[in-house]
């Protein structure tokens, strides 16, 4: 089986002092850091597939999704998560600009390659399925369908440990433009969401999730199905307990526990305690179980604020960076039986046995 590590890239929201301060770009992979709470005066050196900092969003998507739209159709999963403090530029990152095709995101342009792909590879035996899930306060909630009650949507698991979410809405696709209006619709309903529930998008982690099941073979011929997760998360940064009450605490904790648990699911992988994998310990580790561990290939873009002010934060995303590139994946295509249409094969070779016998 073919291995692969979590490949983690950084970019770097550009700003003017980056270079001048205690943050150095020593070549396209070191980022060096001047920091005296890490131990003395030494300049700590943190080690990334790549690093992006002044480059185009197009740029962005050929390092960390171009390879990604290949292998998916290949059949293997696929997950891109971006991590890091409010204002880094995640959001940014994964959705970008509506206006333009140049301002785009890692996401549009993913579905802008898919559909590219399935055409230039005439596979019209391909179906493609969207889904666009916030989970806010370890609840889900459904953001193609914002009439659906959070507690409906439950994380479920089929007999191969396969995760998928009931309740939660997975529309067929047939276009580019009918899966960009779905992922703007998405982003509507999360604004007016945000309203009713008096939260800020920065607490809530999203993933947008392109399901593509494809008949390779004859009809009856197990499906390939292969899933890419697009994933948002909340704003890294710690927040004060003694400054933040009430609400604020409350996302802020739980939003501390995901991310941590994420952590902590992540380097159980890296350690093989295949076994022990804490993935229920929170939605979002359950919601990524087939996504960040075993069949899956993954990556993640570290989006740092390279302020002074920021510094801190942007420590603490790249020692998290760092635990996540220690993470090796084993990975395979995924196929799934469709039970209809193998028994509609066997029909037919039975009628065309028949056929031969009566000759
Ligand atoms: P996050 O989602 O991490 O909280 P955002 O993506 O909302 O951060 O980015 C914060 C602000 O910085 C936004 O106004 C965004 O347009 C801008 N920004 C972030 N990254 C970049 C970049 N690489 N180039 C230009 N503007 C950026
Ligand atoms: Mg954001």
């Known amino acids: 089986m073919p291995q692969s590590k979590v490949t983690v890239v950084l970019r770097a929201r550009p700003t003017e002092k980056f270079a001048s301060g205690n943050l150095q770009i020593i070549d396209d992979k070191t980022l060096q850091v001047r920091d005296s709470r890490l131990g003395g005066h030494h300049d700590h050196q943190f080690a990334f597939e790549q690093i992006l900092h002044n480059v185009t969003q197009e740029k962005v998507y050929e390092v960390c999704g171009e390879d990604t739209v290949g292998s998916v159709l290949d059949g293997f999963n696929g997950t891109i998560l971006a991590y890091g403090q409010t204002g880094a530029g995640k959001t940014f990152t994964m959705t970008g600009g509506k206006e333009n095709f140049r301002s785009r ?68 696709v047939e276009n580019e433009s009918e899966a960009l209006g779905l992922l703007f619709e998405g982003e509507t309903n999360r604004m007016i969401g945000e309203h009713q529930l008096n939260m800020e998008s920065s607490r809530s ?10 008949q390779a073979g004859k009809e009856g ?19 004060s307990k003694t400054k933040s009450e009430g609400q604020v605490l409350k996302e802020a904790t739980q939003i501390n526990k995901s991310l941590s648990f994420l952590e902590q699911v992540i380097v159980a992988l890296s350690e093989k305690k295949r076994d022990h ?81 009566a000759l």
Not at 133 to 149: A, M, W
Not at 205 to 214: D, Q, V
Request: net charge negative.
């Open 221 to 239: 011929d197990p499906l390939v199905v292969a899933k890419l997760n697009l994933v948002d998360l909340a704003g890294s940064e710690r927040v």
């Open 277 to 357: 994998i804490p993935y229920r310990s929170s939605k979002l580790t359950h919601v990524l179980k087939d996504s960040l561990g075993g069949n899956c290939k993954t990556l993640m873009i570290a989006c740092i604020w390279g302020e002074a002010a920021q510094l801190d934060e942007t420590v603490s995303t790249c020692r998290f960076a760092q635990r996540m590139r220690c993470v090796a994946n084993d990975y395979s295509i995924n196929t799934r039986q469709d039970p209809a249409a193998l028994l509609r094969r066997y029909e037919q070779e039975v009628a065309d046995l028949r056929q031969e016998l």
């Open 205 to 214: 982690h999203t993933i947008f999730t392109i399901l593509l099941e494809t």
């Open 105 to 172: 995101g890692v996401i549009p342009r993913v579905l802008h390659k898919l559909f590219a792909e399935i055409k230039a590879r005439m596979t019209s035996n391909t179906t493609v399925r969207v889904s666009y899930l916030e989970i806010y306060n370890e609840l889900c909630y459904d953001l193609l369908d914002l009439t659906t009650q959070p507690s409906e949507i439950a994380i479920m698991e089929d007999a191969k440990d396969h995760v998928y979410i009931k309740g939660l809405r997975t529309p067929v």
